[in-house]
């Protein structure tokens, strides 16, 4: 089993920066990919970045290309997501998930662990 709590959400002003934080416990963090996923509302949840075991890969959604950055710290079970450059279109609640295949996965379906979620409002 594994608890994921994610952190670091908040309300920032457009062209502004956030980092989220995702704290993992349970089975070995560094066993699983990890990713982190968004929700605005009326809308379905959306893959944003994922990042491999031992952060040699990292995949992102072309909306946050060259304005997010994922990364993880195995040695202190977290999982960060820096935003820059955010915009009105990225407010949502952000999810971090763990996934316990090999391979990144943009595909919720393949997540096997979910945290509850930080909300991210940005204003215009």
């Known amino acids: 089993q594994v608890q994921l709590v994610e952190s670091g959400g908040g309300l920032v002003q457009a062209g502004g920066s956030l980092r989220l934080s995702c704290a993992a416990s349970?089975?070995?963090?560094?066993?699983?990919?990890m990713g982190w996923f968004r929700q605005a509302p009326g809308k379905e949840r959306e893959f944003v970045a994922a990042?491999?075991?031992?952060?040699?890969?990292?995949s992102y959604a072309d909306s946050v290309k060259g304005r997010f950055t994922i990364s993880r710290d195995n040695s202190k079970n977290l999982v960060y997501l820096q935003m820059n450059s955010l915009k009105p279109e990225d407010t949502a609640i952000y999810y971090c998930?763990?996934?316990?295949?090999?391979?990144?996965?943009?595909?919720?379906?393949?997540?096997?662990?979910w945290g509850q979620g930080t909300q991210v409002t940005v204003s215009s």
């Open positions: 998930a763990a996934d316990l295949s090999a391979r990144i996965s943009v595909e919720t379906r393949k997540y096997n662990y």
């Open positions: 990042v491999s075991r031992y952060s040699s890969t990292t």
């Open positions: 349970g089975r070995s963090f560094s066993t699983y990919v």
